[in-house]
């Protein structure tokens, strides 16, 4: 393991605890914002470079903005949170610990199960086109008719409160 | 058509890094490598901003029929210095509600993503800081970025108008780098890379005398059009710049910011100007090729200083000239005249790239483009008739 790891691995941490424990949503939401940056530096020091940029273009770029814009639009971005720590923290350890076991176990049983990989395989923009095209094009004009359906879904939602009003 | 001269001259500043770097012992030299080009890229690029800091004052200045600012040494070029000095003695003054962190973070990760931005430019053969496979989708992901430091700007200061003008910014940014994406995405179809250096050695060929370069085909024009004008409201200038327009909204997002931070809110806003103009030099103007085949024995980071200076005066010239655009004129005009038209210019594209070599191309693509562009300007310039404003709120 590299100190860039570490060093990169912290950041992220850091990020996913400040948005835990902060009291102001928006600094939650900031924080959270850090831990995707996290995430990105994690892909790029992997060579998925086309996975890295494009964590920083959506999440950080759309995603984290999103977030904002809601948090902001519903009136809780003022004040503070008060409680940070639920009153049902036990559960939520529980849970936490669950999902720990069982993705740990995935990841660790995954060196038996694929034997053949290599470490880090090259893949490049080209080969990534030529997949979307050509193996999973299925999938490709599926998301294009759930976003015309989201785009028109919005439209919707906009006239008729025009509509409602009069 | 090189002699070694020329070749020299060209490749200086690397043969220059070379032997700086060939004192050092061999496990530091790829370290050293990207420090001096690190050191290089913030050397130049701020002189740059004060070059065109003068040149915007005095060309605006000329357009409005008087001088620009000509006190400060000969013709006024030493003016930038009277204005890093005064930012620099100003107080610096931080609202006692404001949130001191984000407050403070703001301007220093917007000069960080616009900074970023400059890594991946070829300011000449051979001449990027990082040849990434995916470069301009970095370059794009650093334009992401940086909205989100003009919204914390704009919420951190706990002002109503800063806010107002942080999510105009934000709505106008998101809206037009949709257009700005899609008008890349030509450039990409056609060289078949997302490379930037291989960009521009795909328009590095010349036919006869004249360049190939992607401005001078139908479909390149019509990309560059749209890039520009998405590229000026990426970075909020004139004509787009109502986030932090003066006279509407007091300055938008930078109101409660004074002193050296409003300064690195100034240099973020040219550098990223500069760094547009650099981008769009390298996908439409052809980055460092030279213009005509019997001018490349010029070195060529000259001829992508020149071609960013020649779009850095078409950006001063049109803020002199055109009026401040309105909000919703803005993203109607993004919405509804823009990206239509960007992504037919993508079907034109791919009907360029299928047809032959010749000249049915050039008209087919050229008819539809103008036909496009007329009949969507007369659909958006019809009259609007607006009724009595109406509120929502959420609840």
């Known amino acids: ?166 | 058509m090189h002699g070694a001269l020329a070749a020299n001259v060209d490749q200086i500043f690397i043969l220059l890094r070379d032997w700086v770097v060939s004192f050092l012992p061999a496990a530091l030299r790829p370290f050293a490598n990207a420090v001096i080009g690190v050191v290089a890229i913030i050397g130049v690029f701020p002189s740059m901003f004060a070059l065109v800091v003068v040149l915007e004052r005095k060309g605006v200045g000329r357009i409005q029929n008087r001088y620009g600012p000509n006190r400060v040494g000969p013709y006024g070029l030493l003016q930038p210095i009277a204005d890093g000095i005064k930012a620099l003695i100003k107080e610096d003054i931080v609202p006692s509600r404001a949130d001191a962190l984000v407050h403070f973070l703001a301007p220093l990760v917007l000069l960080i993503t616009v900074f970023m931005g400059y890594a991946v430019l070829p300011v000449g053969r051979n001449m990027e800081l990082v040849d990434m496979d995916a470069g301009l989708l970095f370059f794009i992901a650093m334009g992401a970025a940086t909205e989100l430091a003009v919204f914390m700007a704009g919420w951190s200061s706990r002002n109503k108008y800063s806010l107002l003008g942080a999510m105009r910014a934000v709505a106008q940014m998101i809206s037009y780098e949709v257009v700005l994406l899609l008008s890349t995405v030509t450039v990409v179809m056609i060289s078949g890379s997302m490379s930037l250096p291989r960009i521009v050695e795909a328009q590095n060929r010349y036919t006869g005398v004249f360049p190939n370069w992607y401005v001078f085909t139908p479909w390149g024009l019509a990309a560059c059009v749209m890039f520009v004008i998405a590229g000026m409201a990426e970075t909020n200038r004139s004509p787009f710049d109502v986030p932090e327009g003066e006279s509407e909204i007091i300055a938008g997002y930078h109101i409660e910011y004074s002193g050296f931070k409003f300064a690195i809110f100034f240099i973020g806003e040219y550098l990223a100007m500069i760094s547009m103009s650099g981008l769009g030099t390298t996908l439409f103007l052809g980055g460092w090729s030279a213009p005509f085949s019997f001018l490349t024995w010029m070195p060529s980071w000259f001829w992508f200083f020149a071609k960013v200076f020649f779009c850095l005066i078409v950006y001063i010239w049109i803020r002199g000239t055109m009026p401040r655009v309105r909000q919703d004129q803005l993203m109607n005009f993004a919405w509804k005249f823009l990206l239509p038209f960007t992504l037919l210019d993508l079907l034109v594209t791919a009907l360029w790239r299928f047809m032959g070599e010749g000249w049915l191309r050039w008209v087919v693509t050229t008819a539809i483009l103008v036909a496009a562009w007329v009949l969507l300007g007369s659909v958006e310039s019809r009259r609007r008739h607006f009724g009595p404003r109406r509120y929502r709120y959420a609840e």
């Open chain 1, 1 to 166: 393991m590299s100190p860039v790891f570490y060093l990169i691995s912290a950041i992220t941490l850091a990020g996913s605890l400040a948005a835990m424990l902060l009291q102001r949503t928006v600094h939650c939401a900031l924080a959270v914002t850090v831990a995707f940056a996290g995430l990105a530096l994690l892909f790029l020091s992997l060579d998925a470079e086309f996975a890295g940029l494009v964590q920083i273009l959506i999440y950080i770029g759309a995603v984290a903005i999103l977030v904002i814009f809601a948090i902001l639009l519903t009136r809780s971005a003022g004040a503070p949170r008060g409680e940070v720590f639920s009153p049902h923290w036990k559960a939520g350890v529980a849970i936490a610990a669950v999902l720990f076991v069982v993705l740990g176990g995935a990841l660790l049983r995954s060196i038996a199960v694929l034997p053949h990989e290599t470490a880090a395989p090259a893949v490049t923009m080209r080969d990534i086109g030529n997949a979307i095209v050509g193996r999973y094009v299925l999938p490709l004009e599926i998301m294009a008719l759930l976003l015309t359906a989201a785009t028109i879904g919005g439209v919707i939602i906009a006239v008729l409160e025009i509509g409602g009003e009069k």
